[in-house]
């Protein structure tokens, strides 16, 4: 089981917006950042978003990321076919000294 | 530019042992720490261990302890995860990570008899 809570599909037409919720606790979310990454299929991993809304170079604005208290969300707007892929949230977690993941949520693009 | 390259798959027997590396350049390499993940076909990321290059301070997922080590050397910039005697259930991706952005391309672990 993850230490962090992430539902494991989401889906949306060409266009819409989808957000991803991440639910942690007071050790990890809420009182660290939190990263986005997205994985598209046969690739590895790469940062979408850092310190829990901050876009690194080259990452689409259709993509943003907030935090409130324990959670976090990823939206992307403009849903396009390439974003289908899954999406993994992250943070550093204080009581286990170490990465905490969530367990993945693959977005579907109907 | 930060980079992480990754060594190339592995295919081994059970009980052999195995060291895969992560070579980091592009950044103060002792500045920040190095993970492993291990991915499983079709699964998500699994959080194995970290160290800092540093002083080589490591800490290990409970489910990982004792199972694999990770070490680091400071002069080539290079990250480590090694095991002693692989088992079939080790067959994975495995991917290193520094801080909580940047990825290496993966290591693929093939363990069959």
């Known amino acids: 089981q993850s230490a962090l809570t992430q539902p494991p599909s989401a889906s949306g037409t060409p266009g819409q917006r989808v957000t991803i919720s991440c639910s942690g606790s007071?050790?990890?979310?809420?009182?660290?950042?939190v990263s986005w990454h997205q994985q598209l299929p046969g690739a590895a991993p790469k940062l979408l978003i850092r310190?829990?809304?901050q876009r690194p170079s080259g990452v689409p604005g259709r993509f943003s990321g907030s935090k409130s208290g324990t959670s976090a969300s990823l939206a992307i707007s403009g849903l396009r076919s390439e974003d289908e892929a899954d999406y993994y949230c992250a943070a550093w977690d204080d009581s286990l000294r170490g990465p905490v993941f969530g367990g993945g949520t693959k977005l579907t693009v109907l | 530019e930060v980079q992480l390259v990754q060594s190339g798959a592995e295919v081994k027997k059970p009980g052999e042992s195995l060291k895969i590396s992560c070579q980091s350049s592009?950044?103060?390499?002792?500045?920040?720490?190095i993970g492993w993940l291990r991915q499983k076909p079709g699964k998500g990321l699994e959080w194995m261990g970290i160290i800092y290059p540093d002083d080589s301070d490591t800490r290990y997922s409970p489910s990982f302890q004792g199972q694999v080590t990770i070490s680091a050397d400071k002069s080539t910039s290079t990250a480590y995860l090694q095991w002693t005697s692989l088992k079939a259930s080790d067959s994975a991706m495995y991917y290193c990570l520094l801080g909580l952005e940047y990825w290496g391309q993966g290591t693929l672990v093939a363990v069959s008899s």
């Open positions: 007071s050790s990890n979310i809420g009182t660290n950042y």
């Open positions: 310190r829990d809304d």
């Open positions: 592009g950044y103060r390499f002792t500045g920040y720490w």
